[in-house]
């Protein structure tokens, strides 16, 4: 009998029962499956939905949070929207000391209630979440400057998707081992040693989840997902521009948890005052055993290597790459490309930056392309979806923070401009700052300047010798600095397989040939994995065995029978 199955069912885990075992099938199918619609029609939310989630963000504007948790009292403000909308919500503060202590009295009756429970809470949490999705997609809009529509996708349905996919991997895992097991060895003539054995899921403890700006709730779910299921008390630590989002997060699950008669400091907001790097504290402090961080190479780093006493996942930078080396559908390339370079301006951790095409043309449906051509005809595709602002705008959104403005300013000064950026007036918010994508030529040696990441709506078309010269480019500079998406467009089979090759050696997944509806910023929960950990721009998956394995223990106990 698998561990949790010798619990009393617990109501919510009743409830939801059948939406864990769908988890649990599609992520050993990964076929295609979905929880929570995408679509924010009012066919499938209602009529008042999307209208009842705005008026619940704009009560938050200008105002306290609501969020009864352990704190000094004081408030802290720190969002700037980038669609220059006013925010100024002020959040309760708390000190590290004080956060990990409430979180830590919170773990024992936590980590009693078994597996079942937990799920059971666990997936009441991302059903009331799901209840909200209308008002979750207006914070993230407004924060991380997304457009409504990828807001409510990727930062509500999606989100809730890669919640659920974690808590299923979870599941799995903390239910592999027995909870009670029977053991009996002879003993010769006398009587067999008989023991009874029990095999306890114990959590690591307190876990640190730090949130990012473009992704507050996507890059966020899965980790505290992930350690709440296995019993870690979960102290959430927002980006300093996108609060919002993760405190509605916090306010909901607190709610779930106080209603189920658990302590809702299981989970606890962290909101930071200017300067004060809260993360860093919590990151070292010794009751933190569980760190998730999304963001800077940089601090990725810094977090691998100081916050020694804790497991620390990381999702950081890389150089996302595609080889171009022939196509069958050429119009169909150029739209795919043009596409991934315009959606959110580039601000994707997955959107692709270096595009290698060999400086003698490629071989298309439509006759032989030069270079040049075929760099034209992805600006192109960039143009036509850009040139009218108020179209435009639904796919660019706007620009998440000044450091993106910095580096489309310096990438002015390298190699020769394709397309150039352009400064859009968004035609219903005047205050938002939106800049069209730029696209920038660059030969082959000059890695000092491809070979570092541009986040933003910045790629560079690099002219290689030849396809085996773009395959060595992808080798060395992915293998060095690492991607989370790489993609190649050939019509010769032996490049693809070249090229999975190369893939797979350097550990970053793969897109062939796209043209059509799916693109290689994209995953789909539950089907596609989002990093690998097998190259430097992330040390973890979403979502693998791995990913939730080490947030738990199996601790026994045996007795004689």
């Known amino acids: 009998m698998m561990a949790g199955m010798t619990e009393t069912p617990h109501p919510l885990y009743d409830r939801h029962a059948d939406t864990l075992n769908r988890a649990l099938t599609a992520i050993t199918e990964r076929g295609y499956w979905s929880a929570y619609p995408e679509s924010p029609s009012p066919r499938v939310y209602g009529e008042t939905a999307a209208a009842d989630g705005k008026a619940a963000f704009e009560a938050y504007l200008n105002g306290d949070f609501p969020l009864d948790q352990p704190g000094s009292g004081d408030r802290v403000a720190t969002e700037t929207s980038p669609f220059g909308l006013e925010l100024n919500v002020r959040y309760p503060h708390a000190g590290a000391d004080e956060l990990v202590a409430a979180a830590s009295a919170a773990l024992p009756a936590w980590r009693d209630a078994g597996p079942q429970a937990r799920v059971g809470v666990c997936l009441e949490i991302l059903d009331r979440l799901h209840k909200h999705i209308f008002e979750l997609a207006n914070a993230v809009q407004f924060t991380s400057g997304q457009a409504f529509v990828m807001a409510f996708q990727a930062g509500g349905a999606h989100a809730l998707d890669r919640a659920l ?137 810094w977090l691998e290597a100081n916050a020694r006493q804790a497991a620390v996942y990381t999702e950081k930078a890389g150089l996302n790459t595609v080889v171009v080396d022939s196509t069958d559908d050429f119009a169909g390339m150029c739209r795919n490309l043009g596409f991934t370079l315009t959606l959110y301006s580039g601000q994707m951790c997955t959107t692709s930056q270096n595009i290698l095409i060999p400086a003698g043309g490629i071989e298309t449906d439509q006759g032989h392309k030069s270079f040049d051509e075929v760099a034209a005809g992805i600006a192109g595709a960039v143009g036509k979806l850009t040139a009218d602002p108020a179209r435009g705008v639904e796919l660019t959104g706007a620009i998440v923070n000044d450091g993106v403005l910095e580096r489309l300013d310096e990438v002015t000064k390298v190699g020769e401009p394709v397309l150039e950026s352009r400064t859009v007036e968004h035609p219903a918010l005047p205050g938002a700052v939106v800049r069209t994508p730029t696209i920038v030529k660059l030969a082959a040696d000059d890695t000092a300047t491809y070979g570092r990441e541009w986040f933003g709506p910045i790629s560079f078309v690099i002219a290689t010798d030849s396809t085996a010269h ?92």
């Not at 009670?180 to 029990?198: F, S």
């Not at 500079?477 to 790489?486: D, F, I, P, S, Y």
């Open 470 to 561: 773009s395959l060595e480019i992808m080798r060395a500079t992915v293998g060095e600095k690492g991607a989370l998406t790489a993609g190649v467009y050939s019509t010769d089979e032996a490049v693809l397989d070249a090229t999975e090759a190369a893939a797979v050696d350097v550990g970053v997944h793969l897109s062939c040939n796209l043209t059509g509806g799916v693109f290689v910023n994209q995953s789909a929960a539950f089907s596609d994995f989002h990093g690998s950990g097998a190259n430097p721009a992330a040390n973890a998956a979403l979502t693998d065995g791995a990913y939730v394995a080490n947030r738990f223990r199996i601790v026994q106990s045996r007795r004689h029978v």
């Open 165 to 301: 996919e974690a808590l299923a991997y979870a599941y799995a895992e903390m239910t592999r081992h027995p909870g009670t097991a029977g053991w009996e060895k002879a003993a010769g003539k006398g009587d067999p040693l008989r023991m009874t054995k029990t095999f306890h899921v114990v959590p690591r403890g307190v876990a640190l989840v730090i949130g990012c700006n473009t992704f507050p709730t996507w890059n966020s779910y899965p980790g505290l997902f992930a350690s709440l299921v296995t019993g870690n008390p979960v102290v959430v630590k927002p980006h300093p521009r996108a609060v919002l989002p993760l405190a509605i997060t916090v306010r909901y699950a607190r709610e779930v948890l106080a209603d189920a008669g658990f302590d809702p400091n299981l989970v606890l907001l962290a909101p930071e005052g200017p300067g004060e790097k809260l993360a860093s504290t919590l990151a070292l402090h010794p009751a933190v055993k569980i760190v998730d961080f999304t963001g800077s190479t940089e601090y990725g780093d």
